[in-house]
């Protein structure tokens, strides 16, 4: 199960896990064709829209794996920029039940579906520590999904089942490219140790690994994907 796996990063994860051999159900919000495009695209993978800001989405999202899950990736996300000054109750009640109030739901409703050894993974940002004017409630709302893949971690290790957080820093998106000049992107780029900005299939990769056997003894950590922006 990914969500927001219509575009982005999320479809780069969908891309990837179909790939290494799993059978995915994705969740997206409104474009339908992106999403149905992706189905087209890849054998057996299905897609559920839902407006994650509803908690009741959480049952239609579920619905199609209700007889046993081995992987979340909570990927979902909303980020309006806007200054602390500027911000309304609404922006705070929509930025936080999308960004960390329907993960924590998916990780209760996943609790009773994950097989024993199953993979929960959280996409958080780079921006958690690297904190920018007008994203105050999008960083807010991801530290906050970091602290529930700790506790996760330890609520769910007694099953096998890990729980960790992947941290993108700048990755090469739609949404980036929508809100970031030229000029930024290409001071990004140098200020980073592998000197480009990343590709959605590297967060993917990082996504696979987590999900992967060679990873079970990796848990309630904060992997930050970033090529070294954060060093």
Same mark, same amino acid.
């Given at each position: 199960?990914?969500?927001?796996?219509?575009?982005?990063?999320?479809?780069?994860?969908?891309?990837?896990?179909?790939?290494?051999?799993?059978?995915? /159900?994705?969740?997206?919000?409104?474009?339908?064709? *992106?999403?149905?495009?992706?189905?087209?695209?890849?054998?057996?993978? /299905? $897609?559920?829209? *839902?407006?994650?800001?509803?908690?009741?989405?959480?049952?239609?999202?579920?619905?199609?794996?209700?007889?046993?899950?081995?992987?979340?990736?909570?990927?979902?996300?909303?980020?309006? #920029?806007?200054?602390?000054?500027?911000?309304?109750?609404?922006?705070?009640?929509?930025?936080?039940?999308?960004?960390?109030?329907?993960?924590?739901?998916?990780?209760?409703?996943? $609790?009773?579906?994950?097989?024993?050894?199953?993979?929960?993974?959280?996409?958080?940002?780079?921006?958690?520590?690297?904190?920018? #004017?007008?994203?105050?409630?999008?960083?807010?709302?991801?530290?906050a999904l970091e602290q529930f893949t700790a506790v996760?971690?330890?609520?769910?290790?007694?099953?096998?089942?890990?729980?960790?957080?992947?941290? #993108?820093?700048?990755?090469?998106?739609?949404?980036?490219?929508?809100?970031?000049?030229?000029?930024?992107?290409?001071?990004?780029?140098?200020?980073?140790?592998?000197?480009?900005?990343?590709? #959605?299939?590297?967060?993917?990769?990082? /996504?696979?690994?987590?999900?992967?056997?060679? *990873?079970?003894?990796?848990?309630?950590?904060?992997?930050?994907?970033?090529?070294?922006?954060?060093?």
């Amino acid at each position: 199960m990914v969500t927001g796996g219509s575009r982005g990063i999320g479809r780069a994860i969908v891309r990837r896990l179909a790939a290494d051999g799993a059978r995915v /159900v994705f969740g997206y919000r409104q474009d339908r064709a *992106a999403a149905e495009a992706l189905t087209r695209e890849l054998d057996g993978v /299905v $897609a559920v829209q *839902a407006d994650l800001a509803d908690p009741g989405s959480v049952d239609a999202l579920f619905a199609p794996v209700g007889d046993g899950l081995d992987i979340l990736v909570n990927n979902a996300a909303v980020n309006p #920029p806007c200054p602390i000054s500027e911000l309304t109750a609404a922006d705070f009640d929509r930025v936080m039940a999308v960004n960390a109030r329907f993960p924590l739901l998916a990780m209760q409703r996943a $609790a009773t579906l994950l097989r024993d050894g199953g993979r929960i993974i959280n996409i958080s940002t780079l921006n958690t520590a690297m904190p920018a #004017p007008g994203i105050a409630l999008y960083a807010a709302s991801k530290a906050a999904l970091e602290q529930f893949t700790a506790v996760a971690s330890r609520e769910f290790g007694g099953r096998g089942i890990t729980v960790n957080t992947v941290s #993108p820093g700048a990755t090469d998106t739609d949404l980036l490219r929508a809100t970031n000049p030229p000029e930024v992107l290409e001071q990004t780029t140098s200020f980073t140790a592998l000197g480009r900005i990343g590709e #959605p299939a590297d967060i993917a990769a990082v /996504v696979a690994f987590l999900a992967g056997p060679d *990873a079970g003894w990796i848990t309630g950590q904060n992997l930050r994907a970033t090529g070294g922006l954060l060093i």
